[in-house]
């Protein structure tokens, strides 16, 4: 008779889990889920520069497929969870294996987005609460906000100084935060090379620069009258 | 040359510590920092007071008992060298010194500058090992290992276990130290056997330990005098994260002799 006993998948699940590594494996894979839909986001954004009329018609294309859209709805939300509540449980577990701190500490080899990516994540995460009710709900938004007219009330948005300002710092530190998380998906689930770690490294660099590059022009564009200046 | 040295004095794991400034006067260039120690120790000596505690043993940089952190970076500031081979001559006359123990929980401090590595040695006996058959020696070349492997294993085992890669880490994290020891025996032959358990095993000791979680920072890799790369990680995650999910437990859930 075989002596195996095979854990049941809930069980490994769990256990997986319990481990940091499985906490970064978990990390890591939401990590992939968000970086798609901002890859989404700003292509739909981009939309912005071809004019209100195509920027709403695909606002309400996305509203077409209520299914598909609650949908992913859905999914991000779910991966959005498990992302802060797996990068919460690993802080905690930072502050606790380190209690007495030094005098002086210095960092030698490492990125400042790297050692901060708890800071440029919660930050993020309260920027897209923000963003949520101001763009998307507009609870927050400007006092001419209407449902499904994104350009104007994108428009509208951005006049208002301090919003964009708080837009741009969140696309800077959004920059930082995509730098660091998307070279070390690959680190954490095991890929790493001396051939192409280099490259994954540059590509994550130029590809964070690019996304926060995009995002941040829409901005500066309704401020110069490249975007709106009809309204 | 003359330094200014700010050292943390610490009686016993029960007293709150604090620092300490000293005067270094004659220091040699040509003296590493532990004989530049040594000097300081002998006046403290003459004068009555307790000479400052640190550890080290071979003075060659093979055996890893030496260590601190130097103004901020663990083992100071040249790149792949441990304390005992750092020498004085990387310094200015006048510099001042910050020297401070390496600081996590899982490494509590015993005396001034030094501190409880025991929770290494626990990490190892959880899975640092191989099985090898009792009898006569097998044949030299019976097994054979592909060149890449062979530098690969014998890279990561130049890991002296000082523990700068803890001390360095943001996250008090050993995970470049257990990698080391998980990509050592893993890229062997022989290592193969217990592999999936070694890496099941190993992580979740350190865990036990109080070592926090790798965020892939890399202060480790910069610090390490054996300069053990940040692959390693990477592959101890590999080989855990496949663990996990195909390792049969065999020996934990029949509560068998294994
Ligand atoms: S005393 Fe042996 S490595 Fe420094």
Known sequence: MSSIAIDSHLHKAIRFYQASIGKKAVMAVTGVVLFGYLVGHLAGNMQVYLGAEQMDKYAAFLHSMPLLLWSVRALLVASVVLHITAS???QKLKLDARPAGYVK????????????MIWSGLMIAAFVIYHILDLTTGAAGAVQFRELRAYENLVYSFRRVPVSGF?????????????HGLWSIFQTVGFSHPRYTPVIKRLAA??????????ISIPIAVWTGLVGSNL | MRLTLHVWRQKSASDPGRMIQYEARNVNPDMSFLEMLDVVNEELTVKGEDPIAFDSDCREGICGMCGFVINGVAHGPRRGTTVCQLHMRKFKDGDVLYLEPWRARAFPVIKDLVVDRGAFDRVIAAGGYISVPAGSAPDGNAIQVPKQNADLAMDAAACIGCGACVAACPNASASLFTAAKITHLGVLPQGQPERADRAMRMVAQAAAEGFGSCTNIGECEA???????LEVIARMNRDFIKAAWTNRGTSSATGGAG
């Open chain 1, 105 to 116: 500490k210095e960092a030698v080899d490492s990125s400042l987005a790297s050692r901060s």
């Open chain 1, 206 to 215: 130029w590809v964070a620069i690019l996304m926060a590059a995009g995002f």
């Open chain 1, 167 to 179: 837009y741009i710092l969140g696309m800077v530190l959004l920059g930082m935060h995509l730098y």
């Open chain 1, 88 to 90: 919460l449980q690993l």
């Open chain 2, 223 to 229: 610090v390490c005098p054996k300069e053990i790369k």
